[in-house]
């Protein structure tokens, strides 16, 4: 079986720009997260959704924004582009979205540079 | 606010066992988790305590004591290939994943 897949792998953009990323889950899998890791540091929570539904949401500014499609797969926008946004963003995919009972599996990020 | 403290760096020798230690301050507290990331890869998931005790999977053991609000995770036999970053993971009242900074584990031969 595939793993979570994420596209693109790698991305450059310019400040003020606008991103966006796709995540395709786990055939099966119902929920999915998205996750920003800078260098050196712990993956920190964005969003979930579960059943197209926003189940969760971090400490992120209105520029960050979600969704997913009935195939569960899901898109991360991110618009007005600052240089703090460069990152590797993951995806997880998960059965249920159960973050307390469900293993969460990750895709293998897109690294974000903004110039 | 919400904290997790790990240490920064561990160094090992190939064959030895070490301990990487977890201590946590959190907003409600589900469970504790524990992954692995290699460099330049995806986080995988080695193991998750919701309970005190020990758990154990093979080389890798995870422990949690909820009233200490401390945790860790034991790897023994070390291998090369398991020099990574490891993360300790807490599931918090709102049923997020809120991570620690990462140990990188360094093996020598």
């Known amino acids: 079986d595939a793993g979570v897949t994420q596209s693109p792998t790698h991305l450059i953009k310019t400040r003020g720009q606008h991103v966006t990323l796709r995540c395709s889950p786990i055939?099966?899998?119902?929920?999915v997260s998205w996750y920003q890791q800078v260098l050196g540091q712990g993956p920190q929570f964005i969003f979930q959704?579960?059943?197209?539904?926003?189940?969760g949401r971090g400490n992120f500014p209105d520029r960050f924004s979600a969704r997913q499609f009935p195939n569960y797969s899901s898109e991360l926008n991110v618009n007005a582009l600052l240089l703090g946004d460069s990152a590797l963003y993951l995806c997880?995919?998960?059965?249920?979205?159960?973050?307390?009972?469900?293993?969460?599996?990750f895709g293998p990020g897109t690294r974000l540079t903004v110039l | 606010g919400q904290s997790l403290e790990q240490p920064s760096e561990v160094t090992a020798v190939e064959g030895a066992i070490v301990q990487i230690n977890c201590t946590y301050q959190?907003?409600?507290?589900?469970?504790l988790s524990w992954y692995q990331q290699h460099d330049g890869g995806a986080p995988t998931f080695l193991s998750y305590?919701?309970l005190d005790g020990l758990e154990e999977t093979g080389r890798f053991s995870s422990f949690l004591s909820r009233s200490d609000s401390y945790g860790y995770l034991l790897l023994q036999e070390l291998q090369m290939k398991d020099s990574a970053s490891y993360f300790c993971?807490?599931?918090?009242?709102?049923?997020?994943?809120?991570w620690g900074a990462g140990t990188k584990l360094i093996i020598k031969p």
């Open positions: 997880a995919s998960s059965p249920q979205g159960l973050v307390s009972t469900d293993t969460q599996y």
């Open positions: 055939s099966g899998h119902k929920s």
């Open positions: 959704y579960y059943e197209k539904e926003e189940r």
């Open positions: 959190t907003s409600g507290f589900y469970g």
């Open positions: 305590n919701a």
């Open positions: 993971a807490v599931v918090d009242s709102n049923y997020q994943l809120i």
